[in-house]
Structures are given as C-alpha cells and as structure tokens.
C-alpha cells in the first residue's frame, strides 16, 4: 500500500482501526448475549418451575409408597414386642410350642386347626387359649374335644353349642383353660 503519510502515522493508524474493529466486534457481542440472556430468560424461569414440581410429585409419590409399608412395619413391631412382653410377665416361664405341639398332637382326622389365639391370665399361672378350625363332621369335633381333657394342664376346654349346630363341614372355636405348671 502506498500513502503519503510518514511511517509512524500509518502504524498508528493501522492500530488505531484495529482497536476500533475490536471495539465494534465486542459490541455486537456484548449485545448478542444480552438479547439471547433476555429471551432465554423466560424459558429458564418456565423449566424451573416445572422441575420443581416434578420433584414435589416426586416425593409425594415416594412418602405415599413407603408409608403404609413403615406403618405395617412398625405394627408388626408392637406385636411381637407385646407378645415378648406378654411371655416374659408370666410368673411360671413356659414354652408355647409345647402347648401348641400337645394340642396339635390331640388333633383327630377330620379336624383342621386355622389359628391359635394365647392370652395370659393374671390370677396365676393359667393360660387360656382361643383355637379356631375346621371339623369335617360333628363327631371328629365332639373327639377333638375329649382328647384335649386328657391333656394334662388341660383344665377345661368349652365348646360352644352354636358350633354343633350342623353335622357336616363344621367350623370351630373352642375355647381351652391351661395351667402351664405342667408345661415347664
């Protein structure tokens, strides 16, 4: 390039533009970002929102599974912590598998055992039990019944009427007084 400037004029020059075109290029940059910051702005605030009320779904959703399942967690603990309770406050410890074998042992053809209900008297060492079945006939049922008298400890054994009432396909709940002394 030819000019008529002295050499130090044009440097300066050349510098002078340089800085200038550097100048203009921030401009439009600086501006650039700002519009796109201006219009992303909403978007942004909009996806915020609906993540933030994905993640309170969320742990709704989560509470909601987990809770019926700590509460049945936590009854079951009462249970067994009532039931552990309930054995160690007996006066004459006991074994309950042994009352539950003898009674089970007692048990005819015919006779079908669904539950066992225990609970400890507090006048001493008894133990009355609830055991629910099934008995195919009357007769196996009224059998059942005199094998658990020769039980010993054994002291009574009730067995409501309304449960004779049909002949076949019977379902029971006799009700049986132990005394543990003999299940020591």
């Known amino acids: 390039m030819y000019t008529l400037l002295p050499e130090n004029?044009?440097?300066?020059?050349?510098?002078?533009?340089?800085?200038?075109?550097?100048?203009?290029?921030?401009?439009?940059?600086?501006?650039m970002l700002i519009f796109g910051t201006i219009s992303l702005l909403p978007a942004y605030i909009v996806a915020r929102g609906y993540e933030r009320e994905a993640q309170s779904k969320a742990k709704v959703a989560d509470a909601e599974r987990k809770l019926p399942q700590i509460q049945d967690a936590d009854q079951r603990i009462q249970e067994a912590e009532f039931l552990y309770k309930s054995i160690n406050s007996l006066k004459t410890p006991f074994l309950p598998s042994a009352v539950v074998t003898a009674i089970v042992a007692a048990r005819g053809q015919g006779v079908i055992i669904d539950a066992f209900e225990m609970s400890h008297l507090p006048e001493g060492n008894q133990l009355n039990l609830v055991v629910r079945g099934k008995a195919s006939l009357r007769d196996n049922l009224v059998d059942f019944k005199k094998r658990l008298l020769g039980i010993p400890g054994v002291t009574k054994v009730e067995l409501p009427i309304s449960d004779l009432a049909k002949s076949k396909d019977l379902t029971f709940g006799l009700k049986i007084m132990v005394s543990l002394e003999q299940f020591q």
């Open 9 to 31: 004029h044009v440097r300066d020059l050349i510098r002078n533009y340089r800085g200038r075109l550097i100048a203009v290029f921030l401009f439009f940059l600086s501006l």
